[in-house]
């Protein structure tokens, strides 16, 4: 059992530029036709698996694995033995003789990274402490719809800098060749880690990385604002006020007023309306927020049928 050929998506930069392009043409192709690929037939299995709460990627995921011809078992990572005695390593390569290959909404980035050490199937992260490359492609693909070409927009998120969105806004945004500015409060700034990342690939795609504490700049001539809860799933007792220092940094028709002409809005929900997005903004023309909750389901479906051919899983021939 060698892992070391097994392509995974734990972040946004697994994905090469070409590659991000083919699963979002992909992506593109499967909302007009949307069981047109079945490498799932079989059925073939996918385990999805949630430390953390999810409306949007359970029901996407469970639906779109169906769309594929397969079956997903969705469990509660709470109710397995994850977490318990067994490594994540060793459940890895348990999980990976039921399933052609596993979504996994949990806490630490490192998790992901062990249970990929034991797989050999491809890990697909659905939500990390650190990273939600799943819904970045959602986001790129929303705003190919509304943009056409990604390469050389500029897109400025505004709120906690240091979450999972922003990172993975940073990282997949230039990947895409998107110029990616971050707007966040004092000590709410990106980690330097993840900026070394997007910057390094983004010394690749053209993009650039911009980081400020001024909302009001950081929005001047964007083509799309996008924001995230200032309070994200674990940090809800932290110690830390997210409230105070972030309102200045909320989508608000004064804001957007600064954006470029036809900004789009986007923001991966769920929203608290009124905290870092207000009714009018969200409800409003440039608001591309339930575009961008569909797309989940056809950015996902084009990732695992990508997934699965670059490790040789289809129903064709399984690669063993
Ligand atoms: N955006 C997103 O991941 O939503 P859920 O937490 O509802 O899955
Ligand atoms: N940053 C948020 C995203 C929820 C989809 C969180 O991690 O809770």
């Given at each position: 059992e060698s892992t070391s050929t097994v392509k995974h998506?734990?972040?946004?930069?697994?994905?090469?530029p070409a590659q991000q392009a083919e699963v979002l043409a992909l992506a593109a192709e499967l909302k007009k036709a949307p069981t047109t690929r079945q490498p799932l037939a079989g059925p073939r299995g996918v385990g999805v698996i949630f430390e953390k709460n999810s409306t949007r990627t359970r029901f996407s995921f469970e639906m779109g694995i169906a769309q594929l011809g397969g079956h997903a078992v969705v469990v509660d990572g709470r109710n397995t033995q994850l977490g318990r005695e067994e490594t994540l390593q060793d459940t890895g390569r348990v999980l990976s003789r039921y399933v052609d290959a596993v979504v996994w909404r949990t806490f630490g980035q490192d998790r992901l990274e062990q249970m990929a050490e034991g797989a050999t199937v491809p890990i697909v992260n659905a939500l990390s402490d650190e990273f939600h490359p799943c819904q970045v492609l959602a986001d790129l693909q929303t705003l190919a719809e509304r943009k056409g070409e990604l390469k050389g927009l500029r897109l400025t998120y505004l709120g906690d800098g240091a979450n999972n969105m922003a990172h993975s806004l940073l990282l997949g945004g230039v990947t895409a060749g998107i110029h990616v500015t971050v707007a966040a409060p004092a000590g709410f700034a990106p980690a330097e880690w993840v900026l070394d990342a997007a910057r390094a690939r983004a010394a690749e795609t053209g993009a650039s990385v911009t980081v400020t504490d001024d909302p009001q700049a950081a929005a001047v001539g964007a083509d799309a604002l996008v924001t995230d809860a200032w309070t994200s799933m674990g940090q809800e007792n932290d110690g830390l006020d997210r409230v105070g220092p972030f309102r200045p940094f909320q989508i608000n028709a004064a804001l957007l007023a600064k954006a470029a002409p036809g900004a789009v809005v986007l923001h991966c929900l769920p929203a608290h309306r009124g905290d870092e997005i207000t009714d009018e903004v969200i409800d409003g023309p440039q608001s591309a927020v339930w575009d961008e909750a569909e797309n989940r389901l056809h950015a996902q479906k084009a990732l695992l049928v990508w997934l699965l051919e670059q490790n040789g899983r289809t129903a064709q021939g399984d690669g063993t």
């Open positions: 998506f734990l972040r946004d930069d697994d994905l090469s």
